[in-house]
């Protein structure tokens, strides 16, 4: 049987961490705390592409911010780990469901529905990182960042939604960069 992998479940996690990016968070607080400051400022006049921008910006922002720390990164060797495989599926799959989003935020003429989407769709990817990696952090970022975009969604008034939205989305960052392991802690 080839392509299946023989080695332990214990090692390919501890493969994965040691070739993930520890830029990861960083990037994600900087693309969302933007996100905030540029609804903020523009409210609903803000461009959508913006938000879109927003979401796919913290994958080369670690890319940038690990070269710039002289860390490795990602490397072309994790792309054989099998777990590796299934989170670049797993994007692919969240990549899918943007559509259902836009769709609900045309229909309901919301930016904020759109940053709302976005925001609990980008945080996903941190439940199969969080298992890949075997750190339960992934998956309480995760759950942190639904409650409070969802939070933010439902009681913060209309003008400062979008913002709110996006805040939120960053401040879940600030957990991620705190709690969640490190390529270093790959033992």
């Not at 994965?16 to 990037?27: E, N, Q």
């Not at 670049?88 to 919301?110: D, T």
């Not at 401040?171 to 705190?178: G, K």
């Not at 490190?182 to 033992?187: T, V």
Request: aromatic content about 10%; some cysteine.
């Amino acid at each position: 049987m080839t392509g299946i992998a023989t080695e332990p479940l214990v090692d390919l996690q501890r493969d994965y961490l040691r070739d993930s990016t520890a830029g990861m968070p960083m990037g994600g607080f900087i693309a969302w705390a933007a996100l905030a400051i540029i609804s903020w400022q523009m409210g609903d006049a803000m461009p959508t592409w913006i938000a879109f921008t927003a979401a796919a910006a913290p994958v080369p922002l670690s890319i940038v911010i690990d070269k710039l720390r002289g860390a490795p990164g990602l490397s072309t060797q994790s792309s054989k780990n099998p777990l590796t495989q299934l989170f670049m599926r797993f994007i692919f799959v969240i990549a899918l469901i943007i559509p259902f989003v836009i769709f609900s935020a045309i229909a309901a003429k919301s930016i904020a529905l759109l940053v709302l989407g976005l925001a609990i769709l980008a945080g996903m990817i941190w439940v199969p990182h969080g298992w890949a990696a075997d750190d339960k952090a992934g998956m309480i970022h995760f759950v942190i960042r639904c409650a409070l975009c969802y939070g933010a969604y439902l009681f913060v008034p209309a003008p400062m939604q979008t913002a709110a939205i996006a805040g939120a989305a960053a401040l879940t960052y600030v957990y991620a960069i705190w709690a969640m392991k490190k390529p270093g802690d790959a033992r």
